[in-house]
T-cell receptor, first 113, second 112 residues
């Protein structure tokens, strides 16, 4: 069975400070992991993905995530937040073939000027 | 997103009426999906398709049906709309290697 938990429903940071969005997962097999971003009234956009290659994954817009098997975590980070990063972020776990995909409930990121 | 469009973007309908949402892709992908998004629930899979006339149910398929007569089009039908089906509906596509979804812009459906 698979599950994904986003540990914070809301995160607020100041512009220029680091961003950390936390995601824990459980999976009975080697999972594929993804982060998506959704800006208001838009569809979801793929930020980055982990598919059993390098454990540190770099994505678009300066985001990256590290796969930690021992901690079953896949936290999303960015060194310096920008106002345009304000959005909702979804952590997603899937089996390799994509037949079973589970979305987290989402974390809304607020960026203060 | 480029390569995938949904129509309509917004729709208000009355309880008990049938509603069809359309997803159109120009990427020639086999895999297409319908999700609904509700506050606090993330995205939940309604139905998916792995080829023309090949479809299967997701976790919240009750009250919904789908059809795929062409590679590029995946239709979602609410046979008799209910207020619980008020939601934002997203279509998604992915490649055979499943390297992540490309989503459409969504359809906001309100059932009154």
């Amino acid at each position: 069975a698979q599950s994904v938990t986003q540990l914070d429903s809301h995160v607020s940071v100041s512009e220029g400070t680091p961003v950390l969005l936390r995601c824990n997962y459980s999976s009975s097999y080697s999972p594929s992991l993804f982060w998506y971003v959704q800006h208001p009234n838009k569809g979801l956009q793929l930020l980055l993905k982990y598919t059993s290659a390098a454990t540190l994954v770099k994505g678009i817009n300066g985001f990256e995530a590290e796969f930690k098997k021992s901690e079953t975590s896949f936290h999303l980070t960015k060194p310096s937040a920008h106002m345009s990063d304000a959005a909702e972020y979804f952590c997603v776990v899937s089996d390799t073939g994509g037949f079973k995909t589970i979305f987290g409930a989402g974390t809304r990121l607020f960026v203060k000027a | 997103d480029a390569g995938i469009t949904q129509s309509p973007r917004h729709k208000v309908t009355e309880t008990g009426t049938p509603v069809t949402l359309r997803c159109h892709q120009t990427e020639n992908h086999r895999y297409m999906y319908w999700y609904r998004q509700d506050p606090g629930h993330g995205l939940r899979l309604i139905h998916y398709s792995y080829g023309v006339k090949d479809t299967d149910k997701g976790e919240v398929s009750d009250g919904y049906s789908v059809s795929r007569s062409k590679t590029e089009d995946f239709l979602l039908t609410l046979e008799s709309a209910t207020s619980s089906q008020t939601s934002v509906y997203f279509c998604a596509i992915t490649t055979d290697s499943y390297d992540g979804y490309t989503f459409g812009s969504g359809t906001r459906l309100t059932v009154v």
